[in-house]
């Protein structure tokens, strides 16, 4: 089973910044485009950045400018880099391939205090 480790969430104030990492086995990062996804309180889980094998990103509007996702195949991790960050970035942040999906990991907290 695929397993799939999310870490450096935590609690953080309006406008701050926060690095999510992600470790991924190497059999699944060095051929599968990836994503950070998030699900907040009683909404559905969404994608918020993914990152093709080419290097090249798209991001959700919703954090288009502030979030950068990056991918180090040295060390077969995903990273998150969120800047600016606001009250309505709270939720359980998570990584995966994009679909077909592997299993979910547990995913990290980020919560921002307004």
């Known amino acids: 089973q695929v397993q799939l480790v999310e870490s450096g969430g935590g609690l953080v104030q309006a406008g701050g910044s926060l690095r999510l990492s992600c470790a991924v086995p190497g059999s699944i990062f060095s051929w599968r485009p990836m994503g950070w996804y998030r699900q907040a309180p009683g909404k559905q889980r969404e994608l918020v950045a993914r990152?093709?094998?080419?290097?090249?990103?798209i991001y959700a509007i919703p954090v288009k400018g502030r979030f950068t996702i990056s991918r180090d195949s040295a060390k077969n991790t995903l990273y998150l880099q969120m800047n600016s960050l606001k009250f309505e970035d709270t939720a359980v942040y998570y990584c995966?391939?994009?679909?077909?999906?592997?299993?979910w990991g547990q995913g990290t907290q980020v919560t921002v205090s307004s």
């Open positions: 990152i093709f094998l080419d290097g090249s990103t």
């Open positions: 995966n391939t994009l679909t077909p999906y592997v299993s």
